[in-house]
């Protein structure tokens, strides 16, 4: 009896995913190291004091944040996901409270203002989402047939996805989809009603793009803003002139579309410059002459610094450290004991990996500017601080695997 209780029950060694942890180290010690490459130059010129440092800042981030991880460890994943459903309405309370008490910066409200941090709400509604929606499709699967249901799931995603894509924030909007998808494909949801639905989302998404691109404005019917304009204009490289436009007015639209389109181009121009091997740590000339702008160099931009810097060589290695936490997420959701540690576990795995890829993407022009910030590399205590959560859950998961 003891011996079949032995192969049956959950595995409670609290052991660590040691390659998972073993690349996030080496993320969090790059992204500090090349934060203080990114900015330290100006923080010292300006004789700001140690504790601001952003790079000190960060790494106050990434200790909170463990100190996260190392709490939830010793509470059972499916014990916090009893709380998902009050943490996931507390989420989009918080996002109703950014409009009202919200920080704005560049035009954009996705800050409140906690006096000496500033919180961002659309992260911490990501973590939110992903336990109530994986606890929501933790049922028989045969109940995941009901259209109904899907239709229950897609919403719960939906309205997170237009309270952040209304601040407006489109990048950290645009995870939610993705997210969804996998959790329901994972979770059974008959892949009938996702192929549907990304049929739709793909006719609407190409209307949309027809209509913001190439209808005259009087014609729009979807009002974006027209900064989101400018990234779509150029992204798909289509001139900012109207038709029709007079040869003053050609000349003004190209002087916005250079400057619409300047941190893209230095982007750019930071990685091709780094060659095989880089200039080497903090010897980048594209950020420290301030070509590659100092206000982005830090956060969204901040895997062009690294490429300049250590070259094709050290962009690799970040993307094999990443290859690593995404492959040990795959193999955690494989082992679960359940199918919520399952679910969980996937959504994840591609929260991370939207990410990842849009925003390294976005570096190199595969993917329009977004603003969404890289994991564990981006300065921005919120985004450290949730990244390695979901990191966290991961392990969490990964303790209480199923005994082989």
Same mark, same amino acid.
């Given at each position: ?33 090349? #934060? ?29 944040? %463990?100190? +996260? ?5 010793? $509470? ?7 709380? !998902? ?6 989420? #989009? ?16 409200? *996705?800050? #409140?203002? @906690?006096?000496? %941090? ?40 939906? &309205? ?9 924030? @489109? ?31 793909? %006719? ?15 014609? *729009? ?15 798909? /490289? ?30 750019? +121009? ?11 740590? *903090? ?8 070509? &590659? ?22 962009? +690799? ?10 492959? !040990? ?10 199918? @919520? ?18 925003? #390294? /993407?976005?570096?190199?022009? &595969?993917?329009? $500017? ?23 859950? &991961? ?10």
């Amino acid at each position: 009896m003891n011996a079949i209780q032995n192969q049956t029950a959950p595995r409670r060694e609290g052991m660590l995913d040691r390659p998972l942890w073993a690349a996030v180290v080496g993320l969090m010690g790059i992204g500090a190291a090349f #934060i203080f490459s990114a900015t330290g130059n100006n923080e010292i010129a300006r004789h700001a004091a140690w504790f601001d440092f952003t790079a000190v800042r960060q790494s106050l981030a990434y200790a909170f944040g %463990i100190g +996260i991880v190392v709490a939830m460890c010793f $509470v059972d994943y499916s014990r916090l996901a009893r709380w !998902s459903l009050p943490a996931y309405w507390a989420s #989009i309370a918080l996002l109703v409270c950014v409009y009202l008490f919200g920080v704005e910066r560049l035009g954009a409200k *996705r800050w #409140i203002d @906690l006096g000496p %941090i500033q919180f961002q709400p659309s992260e911490f509604a990501k973590l939110a989402f992903l336990f109530a929606l994986a606890n929501f499709l933790s049922r028989p699967v045969g109940e995941l047939a009901s259209r109904a249901l899907f239709v229950k799931a897609l919403g719960m995603a939906l &309205l997170p996805f237009a309270l952040i894509l209304k601040q407006p924030d @489109l990048g950290s909007a645009l995870v939610f989809l993705p997210m969804a998808l996998v959790m329901m494909l994972v979770a059974g949801v008959p892949r009938r009603l996702l192929l549907r639905f990304l049929a739709a989302a793909g %006719i609407l998404v190409s209307l949309v793009l027809v209509d913001v691109l190439f209808a005259p404005p009087s014609w *729009r019917f979807v009002r974006l803003e027209e900064y989101q304009r400018h990234r779509l204009l150029v992204y798909f /490289g289509l001139d900012f002139a109207p038709a029709g436009a007079s040869d003053n007015e050609r000349i003004a639209a190209r002087a916005e579309q250079e400057k619409k389109s300047y941190n893209v181009k230095q982007a750019l +121009i930071s990685v091709g410059s780094g060659g095989l091997v880089g200039k080497g740590w *903090r010897q980048g000339t594209q950020g420290a002459l301030g070509y &590659l702008p100092r206000a982005v160099a830090h956060n969204d931009f901040i895997f062009s610094v690294i490429a300049e810097e250590t070259g094709f060589f050290g962009s +690799i290695f970040v993307l094999s450290l990443y290859a690593v936490v995404l492959f !040990s997420g795959i193999k955690i959701a494989d082992q679960a004991r359940d199918r @919520l540690g399952r679910i969980l576990a996937a959504g994840v795995v591609t929260l991370l990996f939207t990410h990842v890829f849009v925003n #390294i /993407g976005m570096n190199i022009r &595969l993917m329009p $500017v977004t603003g969404i910030p890289l994991p564990l590399l981006s300065a921005g205590g919120t985004s450290v601080v949730c990244s390695l959560v979901a990191i966290g859950i &991961l392990q969490n998961i990964h303790q209480n695997r199923r005994h082989y």
